[in-house]
């Protein structure tokens, strides 16, 4: 005589079986995800650092010479080395490097930390008989010209990574 089994379904054994497969891959894609933000953050604070360098060997030879952190209507930052006056007409832009749409950029100026964004864009003033850090400004470019917010800037902080700037000796460094 034949048994029909008229049980349909799955067993609990094949059950956790599936439930631990869902579980490994959704890990595997949590680290990677996790993974690729923390790689475009530091692809950007990697920019940042390079894009100081070379602002500060060019004030020291030209003068006239900012940093600047800004960001566009998306809110995308960019960092970027100025040449110029103190007006929107006279500045020209040496680089700019895009620093990714999933990067957030502050900077602590005269011990108040603020975002860079759309409204918000700083620029840093290149001493140029130290490679020092001037003065900070504001860009506007509503007026066009660069507005003074402070005098001494000690950090651009994007993502996790801080940037330390000595204002004097120009020196900079990963905290």
């Known amino acids: 005589m034949k048994r029909e089994d008229s049980k349909k379904g799955f067993t609990l054994i094949e059950l956790i079986v599936v439930i631990g497969i869902a579980t490994v891959l959704l890990v595997v894609i949590g680290v990677s995800v996790n993974t690729i933000f923390s790689n475009k953050t530091k692809a950007g604070a990697k920019n940042v650092y390079n894009m100081l360098g070379t602002a500060q060997m060019l004030g020291m030879s030209k003068g006239n010479v900012y940093l600047g952190l800004s960001a566009d209507s998306k809110g995308t930052p960019t960092v970027s080395v100025v040449y110029g006056g103190k007006s929107g007409s006279d500045f020209s832009v040496v680089e700019s490097k895009d620093l ?3 990067v957030s950029v502050n900077v602590n100026i005269d ?21 020092g850090f001037k003065d900070v400004y504001q860009y506007r470019d509503t007026s066009g010209s660069l507005t003074k917010v402070g005098s001494n800037i000690s950090d651009i902080i994007i993502g996790s990574y801080d940037i330390a700037l000595v204002k004097l000796t120009g020196k900079y460094f990963y905290r």
Do not use: C, F
């Open 100 to 102: 990714g749409s999933k």
């Open 111 to 131: 011990g108040t930390q603020s975002a860079i964004s759309s409204s918000n864009s700083v620029m840093v003033e290149i001493d140029r008989t130290t490679g």
